[in-house]
């Protein structure tokens, strides 16, 4: 009865009751002849077998897994479901979103090589013009380059001709460069531009 109510091998069975072992020996009358056995008394029913059918992780069959190759190439998958009828990731709107967002990551990654490229070229006291989206065109002097408190990215510091910036050189906490009140602005290297009296006087001064 025990064998086939626990599915454990009758050989493999350890009753414990009041923490005493009682062993097999005692067989087909085990239980109707233990003493000191009262209802309600608890009967715990173990196997000495380290692994017991479908617990023995070594005896179960490989499970396969199909590459995705062999998948996107399968008829009537949901993928393929998904695809024939443009839905979810599939739709139009989504392969859209998704070219609009590889799209802007190339030219974020395009972005980023032209300022570096850009930074090696600009120097301290360079003579610079700027140019930021929905503002008037800017002149002034780079007296700054490098990051700033929390932005991992380079920026270029500039001192105006005139009051038309929005920084004394400061951010609050921390002075990049001494400058008059809306007398400078840090600057995005893709906003500036050198001008060509800089490029002149070092072509000049690498001459000499």
Request: proline fraction near 2%; charged fraction near 30%; glycine fraction near 4%.
């Amino acid at each position: 009865y025990i064998e086939q109510l626990f599915d454990i091998n009758i050989e493999n069975v350890i009753i414990l009751l009041h923490s005493q072992e009682l062993t097999i020996d005692r067989d087909n009358d085990l239980l109707c002849k233990i003493e000191d056995l009262f209802e309600n008394d608890t009967i715990i029913i173990e196997s000495h077998c380290p692994a017991d059918d479908i617990d023995d992780v070594n005896r179960l069959p490989e499970k396969y897994r199909m590459s995705d190759e062999v998948y996107a190439q399968r008829k009537g998958t949901l993928k393929d479901y998904l695809q024939r009828n443009k839905l979810g990731k599939y739709s139009d709107h989504c392969l859209s979103l998704q070219y609009l967002s590889n799209n802007n990551n190339q030219q974020k990654q395009k972005l980023r090589e032209m300022n570096r490229l850009k930074l090696k070229k600009i120097q301290i006291g360079m003579h610079v013009e700027v140019n930021e989206p929905m503002l008037n065109k800017r002149y002034g002097e780079v007296v700054y380059i490098g990051i700033l408190r929390g932005i991992c990215e380079e920026f270029i510091g500039v001192i105006f001709d005139e009051p038309v910036g929005d920084s004394n050189g400061c951010d609050g906490i921390i002075r990049y460069f001494d400058a008059k009140r809306r007398c400078a602005s840090f600057i995005r290297p893709e906003y500036i531009e050198i001008i060509i009296d800089n490029v002149n006087k070092n072509d000049e001064i690498n001459d000499l």
